[in-house]
C-alpha cells in the first residue's frame, strides 16, 4: 500500500508493517491513541542500551560516557521532531507525571487573584493537574467551552476568560477522544498579549502531523513517546529562557542546570535511546532518494506530512463506511483533526461491541479515556464511546476487517 502524500513524498505501509513484530498475531490496530505498536528497532536500542557498559552519566569511563551520549542523542531528537531548542526537553516517567510537577512548580507564583484557563476539551493530565496546582495556592481555574455540536474549541471561548489576572492557558494540541486541533497560534498569540503562559498538551497531535512549537508559539509543550512508536516515557518541552525562572522542588545535592533540574532522580537511559530510535524510525518513513539524505528535521516533517496524508484518507474511508450503519454518531466533526474517531451506535452498549471486535482480531477500544471533561460536554459520562485510532501502521486491509467485523455485528 503505498500513499501519497500532500507534499512530496510517499510512505510504503506494506514496508513499513514488516518492522513491527507485534503485527504477526494478525490483530488490526486501531487502538494506537492509547500506545501504538513498536517497531524492532526501537526494541533493539532498548535492548542495546541496557546491554552495553552503562553507567551514571560522566565523561571518563565508555560506561559513563554511553549514559551521557545517550541523553544529548535523545534531546536532539526530541529537539528534531518538535522544531525545538533540545536545551529545553526534560524526560520524565510520562506526560502526566511531568505535567504535576511542572504544574506544582509553577504555582509556586501564583496566589489568590491569579487565574488559570483549562479547557473542556482536554484530556484531564491537562486539566486536573492545574486544578489541583491552582487549588493549593487558592488561584481561580476558569474553564473554556467547546461546541459539543461541531466539536470545535474557539479561540474566542479561551479569549473572553482571558484578563490581566490570568497566569497560565493549559490547551491541547489536538483531542484524544475526538481529534480537533485547536488554533494554537491565535490562541498562544491572545494569551501572551496579557501576559500569561501557555501550556500545550502535544501528547495525542504529536503521532499525528509535523510539529513546530516555536511556530505554535507554545510556553510549554508535552508529549510521550509510546504515543508515536517510541517506549513508555514522557517528555515536555519548556522554553529553557522560562524554565531558569522556575524552582521545582529537588533534592539538594541534584544540578541546578536547565534542564536537568527538572529531571528527578536517574534518567531511564534505555527509554530514551528507544525514543531516538522511535524519532529516527519515523523520520524515514518517507524513504529517502538514493544519493542524497537530507537532514532528520527536514525529513521528519517530509514523513509527517505524507503520514498525515495517509491517515486522512484512511479516515475518510471509515467515515464513509460507517455512515452506513444504524443509529451511528460520529461525533469527531471539527475542520481540522487527527485521524482519531469516536463513534456510538444508538441502541448498542460500546463495550460489548469493543468485546465483539476484540475478540475477533479488531482493537478499538471503548470509553472515555481519560478525556472526561469531552466525554460529560458530548453527552456521554463516563462510557465515552468506540475509539477508532489510526497508527502508521494501518493500511485498507485493516479497515476492511473493521467493516467487515462490524458487519457481523450488526447482522448477529
Ligand atoms: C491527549 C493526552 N494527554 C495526556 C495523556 C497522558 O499521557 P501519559 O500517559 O504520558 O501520562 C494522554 C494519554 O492517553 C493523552 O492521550
Known sequence: VTTQSRSSGTIDVSAIRTRFPSLRNGAAHFDGPGGTQTPDLVARAVYDTLT?????????????????????????????LLGADPAGIVFGRSMTQLTMDLARTLAKQWGPG???????????????????AAQTVGARVRFADFDPDTGELDPAQIGRLLSPATRLVAVTAASNLIGTIPDLPTISEMVHAVGARV???????????????????????????????????GAVYGRPELLEQLAPDKLLPSTHEVPERFELGTLPYELMAGT??????????????????????ERLIASMTALEGHE???????ETELRQFPG???YSRAARRTPT???????????QIRRFLGERGVNAPAGSFYAYEPSHRLGLGDAG????????????????????????YFDA
Open 312 to 318: 486522512d484518507r484512511l479516515r475518510a474511508r471509515i
Open 341 to 351: 474517531l469516536l463513534v456510538t451506535f444508538a441502541g448498542h452498549d460500546s463495550q
Open 385 to 408: 464511546g468506540l475509539r477508532i485510532g489510526l497508527a502508521p501502521y494501518n493500511d485498507d486491509s485493516d479497515v476492511d476487517r473493521l467493516i467487515k467485523t462490524l458487519d457481523e
Open 199 to 233: 501550556y500545550v498538551d502535544g501528547v495525542h497531535y504529536t503521532a499525528h502531523a509535523p510539529i513546530d512549537v516555536v511556530a505554535s508559539r507554545a510556553d510549554f509543550f508535552a508529549c510521550s513517546p509510546y504515543k508515536f512508536l517510541g517506549p513508555h516515557c
Open 276 to 297: 531516538t530510535a522511535a524519532i529516527d524510525f519515523l523520520a524515514d518513513l518517507v524513504p529517502g532518494t538514493s544519493g542524497f539524505r537530507a537532514g532528520r528535521r
Open 114 to 132: 491569579d487565574e488559570v484557563i483549562v479547557t473542556r476539551l482536554d484530556h484531564d493530565a491537562n486539566v486536573r493537574t492545574w486544578v489541583l
Open 328 to 330: 451511528v454518531t460520529i
Open 52 to 80: 552495553m557498559p552503562l553507567a551514571n552519566r560522566g565523561t571518563i569511563t565508555p560506561a559513563e560516557r554511553n549514559a551521557e551520549d545517550v541523553v544529548v542523542q535523545a534531546r536532539v531528537a526530541l529537539g528534531d
